[in-house]
């Protein structure tokens, strides 16, 4: 096993759930604010990152020995491939490591590859670590030449952990397919592409856990390839990561409007990415989600943001969550019902509303209640670091009135 820091972003519990779900031997050490370190038999590595919608750096521990910061000159040089002539590059990312221990490390660090005749540049600063951009550009991350050293200290114990980091995420390619699709409907709110990724990874744990199949012994972690429904695609953004993945993907909604953009959405993102149909093929459909699906061969998964109902402008109150959760669960309801009757057998990723009309959030309910009667069962990978005091996730940005409950059904046959 070797061991893995992920930097992670806004949603931790999320952020490490979506890994576990992808790792089948996933073990986890430690969980941090901003950073979980893990182990994993698999080798991972940028195309892994590319999968994570919650990590921001991925970095492979480089000893497992217990160190103090004075020996990080010496590991850093260790893990550059330098020439006399020329400079190497390096950078520090770090968590639970103060600006000025930072400020300080650099310089050592500087100093120890002078001593050995080895001229140097750091980038990034002692507050902000190098962006994936400047990894990328200077090849920091292939074990090249270049490197970054990923350092976290443990707040009780003061022990420190020590990787090189092997991927990066790249924030533009997020907003570049996010604002620059050609059909965005800010009335129906606006799944971010990260969340979609991350729903997309519960899928593959669901599908795992469903064949009951054991992961192919590999050293490199391998991505399954799957089908996939959303019965709620809206402007497709669950839809594009799939073809990002070159998964195939069968995609419906109620609103002709809703199937146009889709359309137009997945046409502009073959074009982009050169994303040929023999690679993935999709489909886009009417269908109200209620009525029975008749389709020629069952997809491995459903993943879909149902509906959130109306947009909110002001914090609803008590008397209005009622009625929009009467309607929602109802909704709900018929939904679970249908999918276990026209797409038996098939685990389903769903988000449902969560309303804040005062500090406490209000969930569905007659759903949870009905669930196991249908056939359904909730499920996670693991654990999540914090609860929605039952099997399932929260994504909620700053000031939402309306959040989104995350969870995984699995058929019960
Ligand atoms: C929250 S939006 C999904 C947004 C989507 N994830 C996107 O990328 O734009 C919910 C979608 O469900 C659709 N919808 C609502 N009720 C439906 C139903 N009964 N059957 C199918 N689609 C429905 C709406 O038209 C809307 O497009």
């Keep these: ?58 970095a492979r521990s480089v000893t497992e020995q217990s160190i103090e910061l004075q020996d990080v000159p010496a590991l850093l ?3 550059l491939k330098g020439g006399k002539r020329s400079k190497v590059v390096f950078s520090l990312r ?20 002078k001593r050995q005749g080895q001229p ?27 490197a970054e050293l990923a350092l976290i200290t443990d707040p009780e114990t003061g022990d420190i952990w020590v990787g090189r980091t092997v991927g990066a995420q790249d924030v533009d390619a997020y907003s570049k397919r996010d604002i620059e699709k050609p059909v965005r409907d800010t009335t129906v709110g606006l799944l971010p592409p990260k969340l979609a990724q991350a729903l997309l990874n519960l899928g593959v744990f669901a599908v795992r856990t469903r064949q009951q199949k054991a992961a192919k012994q590999t050293a490199k972690f391998t991505l399954p390839v799957l089908t996939v429904l959303d019965p709620f695609c809206g402007t497709g953004v669950i839809p594009m990561e799939c073809l990002l993945r070159s998964w195939d993907v069968l995609a419906s909604d109620a609103s002709q409007k809703a199937v146009n953009g889709c359309t137009k959405n997945l046409d502009w993102l073959r074009k982009e990415r050169k994303i040929a149909k023999k690679d993935a093929t999709s489909d886009v459909w009417k269908q109200d989600a209620l ?3 008749a389709l020629k061969k069952l997809p491995d998964i459903v993943v879909t943001e149902t509906t959130l109902g109306p947009p909110l402008e002001k914090r609803p109150t008590l008397k209005d969550v009622q009625k929009l959760r009467t309607e929602n669960d109802a909704l709900q309801v018929a939904f679970l019902q249908n999918a276990a009757a026209t797409l038996p057998g098939v685990p389903l990723v769903c988000t449902y509303p969560v309303w804040y009309s005062s500090k406490q959030p209000e969930f569905l309910r007659r759903v ?38 995350i969870v995984v059904w699995m058929p019960a046959q």
């Design 120 to 146: 140097s540049r750091y980038v990034g600063t002692e507050r902000k670590a190098a962006s994936a951009v400047v990894l990328h550009e200077h090849d920091m991350l292939n074990g090249k030449r270049n």
């Design 291 to 293: 009525t029975p699906f």
């Design 1 to 58: 096993m070797t061991s893995y820091a992920a930097f992670i972003g806004h949603q931790p519990a999320l952020s490490t759930v979506e890994i576990a779900a992808l790792l089948p031997d996933f073990s986890l050490r430690k969980q941090y604010k901003d950073v979980v370190i893990f182990d994993t038999s698999l080798s991972l590595n940028q195309e892994f990152l590319d999968l994570l919608g919650g990590t921001i750096a991925l």
């Design 77 to 79: 040089a260790n893990e």
């Design 94 to 113: 770090s968590s639970g490591v103060s600006p000025r221990q930072l400020h300080g490390l650099y310089r050592a660090c500087k100093q120890f590859l």
């Design 368 to 405: 949870w209640d009905e669930a196991a009667k249908i056939g359904y069962s909730p499920a996670l990978p693991v654990e999540p670091p914090e609860t929605t005091e039952r099997i399932s996730l929260l994504y909620r940005r700053p000031g939402q009135f309306v959040g989104r409950e």
